[in-house]
């Protein structure tokens, strides 16, 4: 089972801002270069992501339909229905972190990995996270203003402006100059990992600084987080269950199916994060815990699951479920089209 390494610095990261949290002037500089680290984050997501190629791969529609459902539909259900947990395992400012969590794209990178550990359909996993972090760019921000409502900080013309400002603008931007500059960020595309890495370390750190300063770990005990595990593993489980043998019963193809699960029970951190910042404000600390929870948590259980998917005997029958076509069209799409979510 991996221990992801960022998440360790993550940590090393909340604990910096537990000791040294930013105060009076440096919170306002830290404020204001985290909000720059965001504008710059989505930026380089929309100037990495090849429209012309996710379009491409809209021919294998009925798995993407499929994935979208399950990240932006299924997940948002189950969050709801969790609200019945409160306050017998959650507290609220946890369950609106647990709702936001669901309501967040799914994750390109480990979905792309774990699917080739299991043999499944790797261009399909590339194109299905692709789709799901352009929608969610703008999707993810709608459901949390409708399903979330005040409870996120307050969503009100000053959020959207934000939200257009931060998110959308930067983003649209990066899309745009794509053609001038997408050579220069393929050439440098290691650099620019750790320019994403350090950046989203620079959000978490403004964050759970300003919710030391605010007070809100003081409302948070050791057994509501066992709470929040507890409910965060049954979630997965869930997710796990549906888009396994829901994919089954809609006759895709065992290679098919495997993309379906990673990339359909799967949370983006790095889209999450910076979203949250924006959304919620000074109480981001909790917004975000659920999250980095359960990224560690679809780790883990992602590369169980894809070792034994590995050991599976492929039946040629099965793989002839999903029309060729399909299958044809979704490998034509080169790999590594979005965002690399962590």
């Known amino acids: 089972m991996p221990i992801d390494p960022y998440i360790l610095l993550m940590l090393a990261t909340v604990g910096l801002a537990a000791l040294l949290p930013a105060r009076g002037a440096a919170a306002d500089a830290v404020d204001g270069v985290s909000t720059g680290a965001i504008a710059l984050l989505f930026f380089l997501y929309g100037a990495r992501l090849s429209t012309r190629e996710a379009v491409d791969g809209l021919k294998h529609w009925r798995l993407h ?9 299924l997940f948002p259900l189950l969050g709801l229905a969790a609200r019945g947990l409160v306050p017998v395992l959650l507290t609220d400012p946890l369950y609106q972190g647990l709702l936001f969590l669901t309501l967040v794209p799914s994750t390109i990178q480990s979905s792309i990995a774990f699917t080739s550990i299991a043999r499944g359909n ?23 203003a409708s399903l979330l409502g005040g409870g996120a900080g307050g969503f009100d013309p000053d959020s959207g402006l934000r939200i257009v400002l931060q998110l959308l603008v930067p983003f649209v931007a990066g899309q745009v100059l794509r053609r001038w500059v997408g050579r220069f960020l393929t050439r440098h595309k290691k650099v620019l990992g750790l320019v994403d890495r350090g950046s989203i370390l620079l959000v978490v750190y403004a964050a759970f600084g300003a919710g ?15 709470g929040l595990l507890a409910v965060e ?29 990673f990339a359909g029970s799967k949370k983006s951190l790095a889209a999450g994060l910076p979203m949250a910042s924006v959304l919620f404000g000074p109480q981001a600390a909790l917004a975000v815990l659920p999250l980095m929870l359960f990224h560690q948590m679809q780790l883990m259980v992602g590369a169980v699951i894809a070792k034994r998917r590995s050991h599976d005997p492929v039946a040629p029958a099965e793989d002839q479920v999903t029309p060729r076509s399909e299958r044809a069209s ?13």
């Open 122 to 144: 790797v261009p399909a996993a590339i194109c299905a996270g692709s789709f799901s972090s352009l929608i969610g760019i703008v999707l993810t921000p709608l459901l949390a």
């Open 233 to 261: 593993a049954v979630l997965l489980a869930l997710m796990l269950t549906v888009t396994w043998y829901g994919a089954k019963v809609l006759r895709f193809g065992r290679e098919d199916r495997i993309a379906i699960q």
């Open 330 to 342: 979704a490998s034509r799409t080169a790999a590594g089209t979005g965002p690399r979510s962590r």
């Open 212 to 226: 030391v300063v605010n007070g809100v770990w003081q409302r948070v005990s050791p057994a509501q987080l066992a």
């Open 65 to 73: 339909l499929t994935v979208l459902v399950c990240t932006f539909v």
